[in-house]
């Protein structure tokens, strides 16, 4: 683990805050780049784009303090002194993040799925990026392995599974899918579905790297993120429902299946 990249002095360059920033920066680019190809300006596409990064940051920060009440005991003014007492939380972000969409993108008279879309293309990138930089921290820990893949954590005994390399590879191989259908069916897909899945895919690699973990955050006994991945995980099932037209294309399909059956049950009928 690497958790400092550089140290001056009394200066220190971190690890995860130099991958979040490369994330921040990345998806940035992302979201200008698609959202730019629609005609839109520069001017709001950036308004957008700081607005959304400081709620999610904002957001992450909150959370938490609120879900670490140990550390901020003493003062609460500590929750400002990030560099002193680090710490973001993933749900914060999102709900940031959710919150920024929902109270700016009408007041700024844009097209909330395009940016939605564009939001969502690049969330494979940022779990990447984020991951570099967890792994290298050591933050999140995983449960004890025999695996070969199994790697040392901090403070404890044994190897773990390294969880944010799964991460990693799981974004890998979402977004390689994501650009694929993006390239090839850029023109048929309807606008919405690439956040949706987006979406979708970050709450099935919660739910994923939740059986590996063994830091997950409980409330009264309750995981709260196998409840709130699973909400994220099944919540974008029914709008890709209606985007996707998933009725009319089962229609098709079994009326397709059918007219096969019904073409070989006559062939067998004339071969006898």
């Known amino acids: 683990m690497l958790p400092v990249l550089l140290k001056v002095g009394p200066f220190e360059l971190s690890a995860?805050?130099?991958?979040?920033?490369?994330?921040?920066?990345?998806c940035s680019f992302v979201v200008w780049r698609n959202i730019r190809n629609y005609g839109y300006s520069d001017d709001k596409i950036f308004d957008h784009l700081v607005i959304t990064v400081l709620f999610g940051l904002i957001g992450a920060r909150i959370f938490f303090a609120l879900t670490h009440p140990e550390i901020y005991r003493l003062s609460i003014l500590r929750i400002f002194l990030i560099w002193q007492f680090p710490g973001l939380a993933l749900w914060g972000a999102v709900?940031?993040?959710?919150?920024?969409?929902?109270?700016?993108?009408a007041t700024l008279k844009i097209p909330y799925l395009y940016y939605f879309d564009a939001y969502g293309l690049s969330l494979?990138?940022?779990v990447m990026f984020i991951s570099i930089g967890?792994?290298?921290?050591?933050?999140?820990t995983g449960k004890v392995t025999g695996l070969p893949l199994g790697f040392p954590a901090v403070g404890d005994i044994g190897k773990h599974?390294?969880?944010?390399?799964?991460?990693?590879?799981?974004?890998?191989?979402?977004?390689?899918?994501?650009f694929s259908l993006r390239t090839k069916f850029r023109q048929k897909i309807a606008v919405g579905v690439v956040g949706w899945l987006a979406m979708s895919f970050l709450?099935?690699?919660?739910?994923?790297?939740?059986?590996?973990?063994?830091?997950?955050?409980?409330f009264n006994g309750i995981s709260v993120d196998l409840v709130l991945g699973t909400i994220l995980f099944i919540g974008p099932w029914g709008p890709l429902y209606l985007k996707l037209h998933t009725h009319a294309l089962i229609k098709k399909t079994v009326q397709k299946i059918y007219g096969k059956f019904h073409?070989?049950?006559e062939d067998l009928h004339e071969i006898s």
């Open 263 to 265: 073409k070989l049950k």
């Open 161 to 178: 599974h390294p969880v944010a390399l799964y991460s990693f590879l799981l974004a890998f191989i979402f977004g390689g899918v994501l």
């Open 203 to 218: 709450g099935l690699t919660i739910l994923s790297l939740a059986l590996v973990r063994s830091d997950l955050l409980y």
């Open 16 to 26: 995860y805050g130099v991958f979040l920033s490369l994330a921040i920066i990345a």
């Open 134 to 140: 967890v792994f290298l921290d050591g933050t999140i």
């Open 124 to 126: 494979p990138l940022a």
């Open 95 to 105: 709900i940031g993040v959710i919150l920024a969409f929902s109270l700016f993108t």
